[in-house]
C-alpha cells in the first residue's frame, strides 16, 4: 500500500493509496474523504463480536472498525483523528508486537491483527492505562495517532528513559519497563507533579506524545469553569 502523511507540522492526515481489490481497517469514524469507487463499512474486526466487547470495555477503544475497500477499482482515502495531535507510521516485519496505549491506534494495512495484552497489577493501577492495553501484530504498516506531536526516543542495549506515563503512545512488546516514583520521596514525587513515571529499558523504541491527555483535560475544566 502505498501512503503519505500529509500536513506533518499542523494536523496531520494520512492518503492511502488502495488498487484495485486492496483494503485497510481503521478506528470508527476516521475516514475523512475517499474516491467514489472506494467504499466503507463498520465491522467488529479481529475477534468479532467479543473481540469488539473487549476493544470497548477492556482497552477503551471503539467497539467497530471501519474497513475501506477498493472494490471498485483503484482509488484513495484521507484518514484523520480527532485530537489536534501526530499521526507516525510504524512498519512491523512479524517478529513482534506493538503495545499501544488507549485511542492510540488509528489504521493498518488489512494483514495486521488488533487484540489486546494484560499488564500486570502495578502497571494496570500506576501506569494510567489501565490492565489491557492494545497489542498489535503481524506483516504491514500501522498508523498510531497522539495528542500533539510524537517523537521517537530510541534506546541502545541496556540504554533507559524515564517517560511520563501521561506521554506514553507506544513501544515494542520485548522492551522491559516498570513503574517507579519520579524521584526519590514521595512528597518530592507528587509536589513536582510527575508522581509515578515508567522507566523503559533499552534496546528499543518507544513513542511518546508532546502533550499529556490528563494535563490538557484539567486545562479545559479549568477554563470552561472560570467562563473565559
Not at 474497513?67 to 484518514?79: F, N, Y
Not at 523504541?205 to 479549568?222: C, D, E, H, M, Y
Request: charge should be negative.
Amino acid at each position: 500500500m502505498n501512503y503519505e502523511i500529509l500536513h506533518q507540522d499542523a494536523f496531520p492526515i494520512v492518503r492511502c493509496d488502495l488498487s484495485r481489490g486492496e483494503s485497510l481497517k481503521a478506528e470508527s469514524d476516521a475516514m475523512v474523504a475517499m474516491s467514489a469507487n472506494l467504499d466503507v463499512s463498520g465491522s467488529m474486526g479481529d475477534g468479532g463480536f467479543l473481540g469488539g466487547l473487549a476493544r470497548k470495555f477492556l482497552t477503551g477503544e471503539s467497539f467497530f472498525f471501519q474497513r475501506i475497500t477498493a472494490s471498485r477499482g483503484a482509488g484513495s482515502v484521507l484518514l484523520g483523528h480527532p485530537l489536534p495531535g501526530g499521526i507516525a507510521d510504524v512498519r512491523l516485519n512479524g517478529s513482534f508486537g506493538l503495545n499501544v496505549q488507549k485511542d492510540g491506534f488509528l489504521a493498518s494495512e488489512e494483514s495486521i491483527e488488533i487484540g489486546r495484552t494484560v499488564q500486570n497489577l502495578t502497571k494496570g493501577l500506576f501506569s494510567g492505562e489501565g490492565f489491557f492495553v492494545l497489542n498489535i501484530k503481524g506483516n504491514g504498516i500501522v498508523f498510531i495517532s497522539s495528542l500533539g506531536a510524537i517523537h521517537e526516543i530510541n534506546l541502545e542495549d541496556g540504554e533507559e528513559a524515564v517517560i511520563d506515563n501521561g506521554h506514553l503512545v507506544a513501544w515494542p512488546d520485548y522492551m522491559q519497563y516498570k513503574i517507579e516514583k519520579a524521584s526519590s520521596g514521595w512528597i518530592s514525587s507528587i509536589t513536582s507533579g510527575e508522581g509515578l513515571v515508567c522507566r523503559f529499558r533499552g534496546p528499543g523504541k518507544v513513542l511518546i506524545q508532546t502533550r499529556n491527555p490528563g494535563s490538557f483535560a484539567s486545562w479545559i475544566r479549568a477554563v470552561a469553569g472560570s467562563g473565559r
